[in-house]
């Protein structure tokens, strides 16, 4: 096999905009490290088929139907937003160098277009729901006014950092997963450190695939969710201890949790199609907050793009029964709660702030110890 993977990036073409483009004397405009992440998503396939910003039309077309104009799947909108000052430059200057918060240029943006939105449709349209107390509600809501559109070219990656060692490329990705013998591969999305019962559910994946690539997003995330450094450490502590050779690969996503539901449930799905995954594990309430979405939601919308190459796999909830001596879903155990091992997130969260390890069913007990040895595990 010697092209780098079978199944087929979004749209048919894995996009690529690292080009040597010359910045000097273009004007400058400062975006936040979610936006410079998004930026270098676009440049390396990530995104595939977007090679910038959203353009008007395409941007309603996301928010009314979840695709792009030309009828390609496609949920959640990926735009530049800017205040009117900045937008009035920028449409003068026509190539606007990118920086990070760190001053570095990191792109040339060509514009394109610029428009302004209605943020309350926006939202309603991306997390059916305009309740501000939805955190990607209020994030929208906190958007500057304008959005500008056009392709980008990269230039320049920021300093290698701690966080940034696993970020791999579809590129990278496809090249390992060729290079490991692996056909099937089945991606795992996750914002959390692994309890067993998500090892179990990997695990399960993979008996009849070849491989599982844990991809878990590091970026903003809301307040409460654990922080991006123990999140990794857990996953390459668990790797480490508790997976075969070759059967299981870490590799970081950059960009910020929408909180969409089932739309970002979509957009997880392609990313990882981009990725050269095959499968991709979509759980309850995959992506949700709150009580926003219906359990099931984000299972149920695949229905709605039954073109997608990438299928997703749905499993029930796991967890140890103390009768059954195993790990099991409701569809197998017909047990009550009372001997079942399972834990809430708050529960979790309020065991490991008082210095407590949970029960070595509910989390293995050196990633619990990296968690209590983490100085401040949760996000503010």
């Not at 992440?37 to 928010?63: C, Q, R, T, W």
Request: glycine share 6%; net charge negative.
């Amino acid at each position: 096999m010697s092209e780098t993977h079978s199944i087929k990036p979004h749209g048919g073409i894995l996009v690529n905009r690292i080009i040597e483009t010359d910045p000097t004397g273009l004007f400058s405009i400062t975006i936040s490290e979610d936006l410079a992440n998004d930026v270098e998503n676009i440049a390396d396939g990530i995104f595939s088929p977007l090679e910038g910003f959203l353009g008007k039309e395409d941007f309603d077309s996301v928010v009314s139907r979840g695709r792009l104009a030309n009828d390609l799947a496609w949920t959640i909108p990926i735009v530049l937003d800017v205040d009117e000052e900045t937008v009035n430059k920028m449409k003068k200057a026509k190539d606007i160098l990118l920086k990070n918060p760190d001053g570095i240029g990191v792109a040339v943006l060509h514009v394109d277009e610029t428009f302004t939105f209605d943020k309350e449709k926006a939202a309603q349209g991306v997390y059916g729901t305009s309740d501000s107390s939805h955190p990607g509600v209020a994030y929208t809501m906190s958007m500057k006014d304008w959005l500008v559109s056009g392709k980008i070219d990269y230039i320049q990656r920021p300093n290698d950092t701690e966080i940034r060692k696993n970020r791999l490329t579809p590129t990278q990705t496809r090249e390992s997963f060729v290079k490991a013998g692996w056909k099937t591969i089945c991606a795992f999305q996750t914002r959390n450190p692994p309890h067993v019962a998500h090892e179990m559910l990997q695990k399960t994946s993979i008996t009849t695939r070849d491989g599982v690539f844990v991809n878990p997003v590091i970026g903003k995330k809301k307040s409460g969710d654990f922080v991006d450094e123990v999140i990794v450490k857990c996953y390459e502590t668990m790797i480490k201890l508790y997976y075969p050779e070759n059967r299981c690969k870490l590799g970081t996503l950059h960009t910020q949790m929408k909180y969409a539901g089932p739309k970002e449930a979509i957009h997880h799905a392609i990313m990882r199609q981009n990725y050269g995954c095959t499968h991709i594990i979509i759980g309850r309430d995959h992506a949700g907050v709150g009580k926003f979405y219906d359990p099931m939601a984000a299972q149920k919308i695949f229905d709605d793009y039954p073109e997608l190459e990438i299928s997703p796999v749905f499993f029930p909830p796991f967890f140890y029964c103390r009768k059954c001596l195993t790990y099991t879903t409701p569809k197998a155990c017909p047990h009550d709660n009372d001997v079942k091992e399972q834990i809430s997130g708050t529960a979790l969260r309020e065991m490991i702030q008082n210095g407590q390890a949970p029960s070595e069913f509910i989390l293995r007990p050196e990633v619990a110890q990296v968690i209590l040895d983490h100085p401040k595990p949760f996000v503010d």
